[in-house]
């Protein structure tokens, strides 16, 4: 679920099956069809969310101890 922090308009989305392709060195890119929105406002009308052109945000490969928090470097460009 993505919810705005403008106007608190909501979308659930799920995976459109294989629309995802793997990237080096950061998260897949995706494409997910809108199952359900929430408010009148940024998210009303959404039909799909897509991810692309990525850069970084994978998480890190080796264990780390118990509470342990490790940040993640990640680009967001937009949702579409």
Aim: with cysteine; glycine share 10%.
């Amino acid at each position: 679920m993505w919810v705005s922090t403008v106007d608190c308009s909501a979308v659930d989305a799920t995976a459109v099956p294989g629309a995802s392709a793997p990237r080096d060195n950061a998260v897949p890119e995706f494409l997910l069809t809108a199952t359900a929105t929430r408010g009148s406002a940024v998210f009303d009308s959404v039909s799909y969310v897509q991810r692309l052109n990525t850069r970084g945000g994978l998480a890190p490969s080796g264990a780390c101890s118990q509470g342990a928090q490790i940040g993640v470097d990640a680009t967001v460009r937009g949702l579409s």
